[in-house]
């Protein structure tokens, strides 16, 4: 039995509120991993919003790709693994980008107040991927163990 998700079910659990593990190639040093807010529409492209003077944003520059990971917290246990080349560095735009990004995982409420804090959104950049290799796993597809 396999417990590989379709694209259906990946595409879908993706696009899932969830806190992703961001990953880009740090040169020797090795990877540099950390939480990051995500956007994902089915059979899209995953971005997210960086400073651009950020670690982020200049290993974003250097490496030129990154993954995405994001996960359930309990039984049965899923996650998706998106990896792939960066397809567009751009200017976020207030009402398209941000306000939806903050208010997704704030509420309308603290994700404007959040939003408030940076109008503008000065150093700011979006980071569109690609998505190329995908790894999935659904526990939940093994059944009942009991």
């Given at each position: 039995?396999?417990?590989?998700?379709?694209?259906?079910?990946?595409?879908?659990?993706?696009?899932?509120?969830?806190?992703?593990?961001?990953?880009?190639?740090?040169?020797?040093n090795?990877?540099?991993?950390?939480?990051?807010?995500y956007?994902?529409?089915?059979?899209?492209?995953?971005?997210?919003?960086?400073?651009?003077?950020?670690?982020?944003?200049?290993?974003?520059?250097?490496?030129?790709?990154?993954?995405?990971?994001?996960?359930?917290?309990?039984?049965?246990?899923?996650?998706?693994?998106?990896?792939?080349p960066?397809?567009a560095?751009?200017?976020?735009?207030?009402?398209?980008?941000?306000?939806?990004?903050?208010?997704?995982?704030?509420?309308?409420?603290?994700?404007?107040a959040?939003?408030?804090?940076?109008?503008?959104?000065?150093?700011?950049?979006?980071?569109?991927?690609?998505?190329?290799?995908?790894?999935?796993?659904?526990?939940?597809?093994?059944?009942?163990?009991?």
């Open positions: 039995m396999s417990l590989i998700m379709s694209k259906e079910e990946r595409e879908a659990f993706l696009a899932d509120l969830h806190v992703a593990v961001f990953s880009v190639a740090e040169g020797n090795g990877t540099l991993t950390a939480p990051i807010w956007w994902y529409d089915e059979g899209g492209e995953p971005w997210i919003l960086t400073g651009e003077n950020s670690r982020k944003g200049k290993l974003l520059m250097e490496a030129k790709r990154f993954c995405l990971c994001v996960q359930t917290e309990t039984p049965p246990y899923k996650y998706v693994s998106v990896e792939g960066v397809s560095i751009e200017q976020p735009d207030l009402e398209k980008h941000a306000r939806p990004l903050s208010r997704r995982y704030l509420g309308d409420e603290m994700g404007d959040y939003i408030e804090q940076d109008p503008e959104l000065k150093g700011q950049i979006l980071v569109r991927m690609k998505p190329e290799r995908w790894l999935t796993t659904d526990y939940a597809k093994m059944g009942s163990l009991g």
